[in-house]
């Protein structure tokens, strides 16, 4: 089983949708978790990192489920401009030595 | 501000050769990784450092040695190259006494073809 699961999509949605990506994760003792974008051949960017308590930012909420060991994101008012790989990573180690699991990806597709 | 630099950006190699991916970074980070992202597989961690003189394997190190020479540099060789070992590879250096908000810095990546 992989460490970091997410639904590959592609999710097609039309402009001024909103739009949920699910992730999930194996190690219980993962310790924080962020959502990165990534177009298409270049390299992937932080979107914002997923708070114990949900935190939003503009069109963008993060909720982190520790029970159940998923995080999610919601995008609201979809732009075409959102179009992208959509990766979850999560955070894992102890003694300062820590690593950085990515999921597979969810790909979004935004249509006029 | 240069960030992370990583080099080549692209290199083809014949099965069997021999070839060092250079990854430097002027940020003060104490983690670097090297990641490959091949079609529908997300980022792989092939090896990461935690600090300089520490290096431990990650998700697929098979095939692959790294160094940390310094702070600043941590490098990925392929002694034998293998057609497997086509993909892209990201090298990323990250602040880790920050817990949130505290983003992966990615070079360009290297897009590595193996004949």
């Known amino acids: 089983r992989k460490e970091v699961e997410q639904d590959p999509g592609p999710f097609n949605v039309p402009e001024g949708a909103t739009v949920a990506f699910n992730c999930t994760y194996s190690?219980?003792?993962?310790?924080?978790f962020f959502w990165y974008r990534q177009d298409c051949r270049k390299e992937p960017k932080l979107l914002m990192s997923?708070?114990?308590s949900g935190n939003e930012d503009g069109r963008f909420t993060a909720q982190l489920n520790r029970a159940s060991q998923y995080i999610s994101l919601l995008i609201r008012d979809s732009k075409l401009s959102d179009s992208a790989t959509y990766l979850c990573?999560?955070?894992?180690?102890?003694?300062?030595?820590?690593?950085?699991?990515f999921g597979s990806g969810t790909r979004l597709l935004v249509r006029p | 501000n240069a960030g992370v630099t990583q080099t080549p950006k692209f290199q083809v190699l014949k099965t069997g050769q021999s070839m060092t991916l250079q990854c430097a970074q002027d940020?003060?980070?104490?983690?670097m990784y090297w990641y490959r992202q091949d079609p529908g597989m997300g980022l792989r961690l092939i090896y990461y450092?935690?600090?300089?003189?520490?290096?431990d394997k990650g998700e697929v190190p098979n095939g692959y040695n790294v160094s940390r020479l310094n702070k600043r540099e941590f490098s990925l060789r392929l002694e034998s190259a293998a057609p497997s070992q086509t993909s892209v590879y990201f090298c990323?250096?990250?602040?880790?006494?920050?817990?949130?908000?505290?983003?992966?810095?990615f070079g360009n990546g290297t897009r590595l073809t193996v004949t």
């Open positions: 940020m003060n980070h104490n983690s």
């Open positions: 990573v999560v955070r894992v180690g102890r003694d300062s030595s820590y690593k950085l699991i």
């Open positions: 997923v708070y114990s």
């Open positions: 450092s935690a600090s300089e003189g520490t290096t």
């Open positions: 990323a250096s990250w602040d880790d006494r920050k817990t949130y908000n505290s983003p992966l810095h």
């Open positions: 190690n219980s003792a993962s310790q924080s």
